[in-house]
């Protein structure tokens, strides 16, 4: 996709999304490997985490639908 937003500057929104998803995946790493947190406080952490990445993912889908 080449829309460029002006607040994205020089990335692409699939960069900006990517490196958002990175972002999420890495957290959530950090969040099963914590012992600070309880089982239910990582299901929950991972789920939300997992629904944020699906939600991203439709937005690449959407946007490379209406671009082709």
């Not at 994205?8 to 990517?18: A, E, G, M, N, R």
């Amino acid at each position: 996709m080449t829309y460029r937003s002006p607040l994205l500057s020089s990335h692409t929104v699939d960069q900006v999304i990517d490196r958002q998803i990175e972002e999420i995946a890495s957290t959530l790493c950090d969040h099963l490997n914590s012992r600070s947190l309880t089982t239910e406080q990582k299901k929950k952490e991972i789920e939300e985490g997992l629904r944020t990445i699906l939600a991203l993912s439709a937005v690449v889908k959407k946007e490379t639908t209406y671009s082709n």
